[in-house]
């Protein structure tokens, strides 16, 4: 079963720093294309960062500006954000997503490269 779980979102002051996780079913975790997005209220869903698995390659949008770093743990088939001095323009949901195994990254953080995608975890934080 393709599974995408996340978890780590709360609420933080500006300045403060927030782990996501991502738990992934092991069909779509090796050697796969995965990535964060996030969507806040009114606005379209946006690319974050992308990482191949198999490669540990990564990718990110301009405004991350070096703040955030995704990354893996293969033991765990897990995927994750780490996210350092946030801002109040980072709040929205932010999702998983995965694409099809052995396909490569398009390198474009397009949501519609993205077949998987998780619920979503809340990241909040307050002007």
């Known amino acids: 079963q393709v599974q995408l779980v996340e978890s780590g979102g709360g609420s933080v002051q500006a300045g403060g720093s927030l782990r996501l996780s991502c738990a992934a079913s092991e069909y779509i975790y090796r050697s796969n294309c995965m990535a964060w997005f996030r969507q806040a209220p009114g606005k379209e869903r946006q690319g974050v960062a992308e990482?191949?698995?198999?490669?540990?390659?990564?990718n990110y949008a301009d405004f991350v500006e070096g703040r955030f770093a995704i990354y893996t743990d293969n033991a765990k088939n897990a995927l994750y954000l780490q996210m350092n001095s946030l801002k109040p323009e980072d709040t929205a949901m932010y999702y998983c997503?995965?694409?099809?195994?052995?396909?490569?990254?398009?390198?474009?953080?397009?949501?519609?490269?993205?077949?998987?995608w998780g619920q979503g975890t809340q990241v909040t934080v307050p002007s």
């Open positions: 990482i191949y698995t198999g490669t540990g390659a990564t």
């Open positions: 997503a995965a694409d099809n195994p052995h396909r490569g990254c398009t390198w474009s953080l397009r949501a519609y490269d993205y077949t998987y």
